[in-house]
């Protein structure tokens, strides 16, 4: 992880933006409707647990929920917000999951993009981490941002919103991407990559962000993962054709530790 991104997590006061979050994004909320059923003895890791957004969904109907982050900050709050005997949260680096064993969980969720925050080969060494911990069969659910959508990124027209507070921030972001990071973003997406960093205006410029191309994240996940599912932002599952052309920001996705 750059240093960059490393300072920006260990911010504490990025804990309140995260914990006034509490629901859960479209593709998620349709991928718990669909595994509930299946889900009342399984063991959960949800990595990068933030301000514990999708605890809240999540922990209850699970039989042992384990939430782990980099930022010493988010897990204090989330042990202070859930106090349970089958909820715990932990410090720790997606990089190095050796604390937790190996085949220890049967869902594992990466959520909001966190695995984005990584460089490409510390990206690579989480996935195979996150193999390391799942138990064979067991589900791995994240989501990632899409390279093919840096052609329309940071959009003038999305910045507005009806909050007065809001729109001058995002409109003092987006100036700020604007005169700093707009060229190079246009340079990447002008070229047909596999992947890229990009600074996107995340969290005020404070982010660099991975994006990859949806048949180069596939890639990746095979062939210690398998049945990869994609869904586009709204929800829909993605039909393979698709692959190629989907130009959403964010994928999601949904796969199996054989
Ligand atoms: C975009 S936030 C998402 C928070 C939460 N999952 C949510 O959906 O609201 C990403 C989270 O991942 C954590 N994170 C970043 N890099 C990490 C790493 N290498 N290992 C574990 N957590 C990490 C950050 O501290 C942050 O809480």
Redesign the pocket.
């Known amino acids: 992880?750059n240093a960059l991104n490393a300072a920006t997590?260990l911010d504490p006061q990025l804990v309140a933006f995260?914990a006034a979050?509490s629901s859960l994004q479209p593709p998620e909320r349709q991928i718990l409707d669909e595994l509930r059923p299946r889900m009342a003895r399984w063991s959960m890791l949800d990595?990068?647990?933030?301000?514990g957004?999708?605890t809240r969904h999540f922990a209850p109907v699970v039989a042992e929920y384990t939430g782990?982050?980099?930022?010493p900050s988010?897990v204090e709050h989330c042990r202070r917000e859930w106090r349970s005997p089958t909820c715990r949260f932990e410090v720790?680096?997606?990089?190095d999951l050796s604390a937790f064993g190996e085949r220890r969980f049967d869902f594992v969720l990466f959520?909001?993009?966190?695995l984005d925050?990584?460089g490409h080969e510390d990206r690579l060494r989480a996935l195979q981490q996150i193999r390391t911990v799942c138990r064979p069969g067991a589900l791995f659910c994240f989501s990632t941002h899409n390279i093919q959508a840096l052609g329309h990124l940071m959009r003038l027209r999305a910045q507005f919103c009806r909050d007065p507070a809001w729109l001058r921030r995002n409109l003092a972001n987006w100036w700020r991407w604007r005169r700093r990071h707009a060229r190079d973003v246009s340079r990447v997406a002008a070229q047909r990559l596999d992947w890229a960093i990009v600074n996107d205006g995340a969290h005020e410029c404070r982010l660099a962000t991975y994006y990859v191309r949806p048949a180069a994240q596939l890639a990746q996940l095979q062939p210690a993962f398998t049945g990869i599912r994609m869904f586009s932002r709204a929800g829909e599952e993605l039909a393979a054709e698709q692959f190629a052309r989907v130009d959403d920001d964010w994928l999601y996705l949904l796969c199996r530790a054989d």
């Not at 990595?47 to 301000?51: A, L, P, Y």
């Not at 720790?92 to 990089?95: E, G, I, Q, W």
């Not at 959520?111 to 966190?114: D, E, H, K």
């Open positions: 992880m997590w995260y979050d990595i990068g647990v933030g301000g957004r999708t782990v982050d980099i930022s988010m720790a680096d997606v990089r959520s909001f993009n966190g925050y990584l």
